[in-house]
């Protein structure tokens, strides 16, 4: 299963105990595979910087970061001929997930979850995705 993670779960997960940090560790445990862009790297390691900056974390996000780095697979994006998501910043995700071929997008972003099934991907939140786990174990 290609899946592609929304830049809001993976930061979640590398600060927080709770349902994306499991989605990591599925991962680990080789249950799916990642996929990511260059665009959705940089923003992964930008807004996990900031984060830890706003909220004065004291996890350094570097091992984290580097580990995604190591473990996603790259896909080359699928430029959109026009905005999907109510936040076109948010377009890079879909692009992410129609280069992989994926077939499920993570999120907990209301502007990603709006559009249902663009292109045939369904976006799950981590919750559902982790049942979704669940029940094909």
Same mark, same amino acid.
């Given at each position: 299963?290609?899946?592609?993670?929304?830049?809001?779960?993976?930061?979640?997960?590398?600060?927080?105990?709770?349902? &994306?940090?499991?989605?990591? #560790? %599925?991962?680990?445990?080789?249950?799916?595979?990642?996929?990511?862009? =260059?665009?959705?790297?940089?923003?992964?390691?930008?807004?996990?910087?900031? $984060?830890?900056?706003?909220?004065?974390?004291?996890?350094? &996000?570097?091992?984290?970061?580097?580990?995604?780095?190591?473990?996603?697979?790259? $896909?080359?994006?699928?430029?959109? =001929?026009?905005?999907?998501?109510?936040? &076109?910043?948010?377009?890079?995700?879909?692009?992410?997930?129609?280069?992989?071929? $994926?077939?499920?997008?993570?999120?907990?972003?209301?502007?990603?979850?709006?559009?249902?099934? &663009?292109?045939?991907?369904?976006?799950?939140?981590?919750?559902?995705?982790?049942?979704?786990? #669940?029940?094909? %174990?």
């Amino acid at each position: 299963m290609n899946v592609v993670f929304d830049t809001g779960v993976v930061v979640s997960a590398i600060y927080w105990q709770n349902e &994306p940090r499991r989605c990591l #560790a %599925a991962l680990a445990r080789r249950r799916f595979r990642l996929f990511v862009t =260059d665009a959705v790297l940089d923003e992964y390691e930008r807004v996990a910087w900031e $984060a830890r900056a706003a909220e004065h974390l004291e996890r350094d &996000p570097a091992p984290a970061l580097a580990w995604i780095k190591r473990t996603a697979r790259r $896909a080359e994006p699928h430029p959109l =001929d026009q905005p999907v998501c109510r936040d &076109p910043k948010d377009d890079k995700f879909l692009e992410c997930a129609l280069g992989a071929r $994926a077939t499920l997008l993570v999120s907990r972003d209301r502007d990603l979850l709006v559009p249902r099934k &663009p292109f045939g991907i369904e976006i799950l939140t981590p919750r559902a995705f982790l049942s979704r786990l #669940a029940a094909s %174990a």
